[in-house]
């Protein structure tokens, strides 16, 4: 459901706007590393691991700079979160339960307000998932 539209509305100003600043800096310098230089303020670009933004910049690279290229990368993570969290849960419920788990987290407003923004939040969650059912296969 939280997929539909994710390229509306524009691209929010702090976080969003900053990830999706830093790849255009990444491809408009060719700097992959520390984008510092040119960011406003040099705030942003060492606080945050650089996949999401390496991620960005890619997106932008294959469908211009809009904001399906700046949410793909979430959008994907999102995906793969929903597939972990029930390969997860039927570790621990039945297949039924487990279905009704996922369609519960989807229909979520928080979880559909997160999977259409640029920012690093659903990719992070991703990996701790991934990370925790690596631990427990």
Known sequence: MGLLRFNKPDI????????????????????????TKFSPGGLYSS?????NSWMIAISIKFF?????????FTSL?????????????LRF?????????CI?????ILWNTYIRQG???????TFIILSLFSIIK
């Open 47 to 51: 606080t945050y691991p650089p996949l």
């Open 104 to 108: 519960l987290l989807s229909t979520t």
């Open 77 to 89: 993570c999102a995906i793969l979160f929903l597939f972990i969290f029930y390969r997860l849960s």
């Open 93 to 101: 419920l039945s297949p039924k339960y487990a279905i009704i788990s």
């Open 119 to 125: 920012m690093a939040d659903i990719p992070l969650l």
């Open 12 to 35: 929010f100003a702090w976080d969003e706007g900053l990830f999706a600043l830093r790849a255009k800096g990444i491809l408009q310098f060719n700097n992959w590393w520390d984008q």
């Open 64 to 72: 211009g700079e809009n904001e399906f290229s700046v949410r793909l």
